[in-house]
């Protein structure tokens, strides 16, 4: 059975900084591409940034130069660095793993991020 275990989120507040983390048990690890997407109440999922098996990076405009994504291969794990949080950054964060080959992959529980005073 595949996991998808997210840690990390909570509340913060406007300015600070929190940081995820995402373990999978799926094999090949260095090849996945890992994902972090977030969900905001009355909002689609959306994808915040990924990073490839080669270490190729992709982030959505709202959070560049304050997100950073990056990968532990030794660790199959995964993280998301969140600076300089805003109100509009609070979702619940999923982790996505996905191969090369696959349109879906397998997603995480979620965790919440919440930005507030």
């Known amino acids: 059975q595949v996991h998808v275990v997210e840690s990390g989120g909570g509340l913060v507040q406007p300015g600070g900084s929190l940081g995820l983390s995402c373990a999978t048990n799926?094999?090949?690890?260095?090849?996945?591409?890992m994902g972090w997407y977030r969900q905001a109440p009355g909002k689609q999922r959306e994808l915040v940034a990924s990073?490839?098996?080669?270490?190729?990076?992709i982030y959505t405009n709202s959070v560049l130069g304050r997100f950073t994504i990056s990968r532990d291969n030794t660790k199959n794990a995964a993280y998301l660095q969140m600076n300089s949080l805003k109100p509009e950054d609070t979702a619940v964060y999923y982790c996505?793993?996905?191969?090369?080959?696959?349109?879906?992959?397998?997603w995480g529980q979620g965790t919440q991020v919440t930005v507030s005073s």
């Open positions: 996505n793993v996905r191969s090369p080959w696959e349109d879906e992959g397998n």
């Open positions: 990073i490839t098996g080669g270490g190729k990076t």
């Open positions: 799926r094999s090949l690890f260095n090849v996945l591409t």
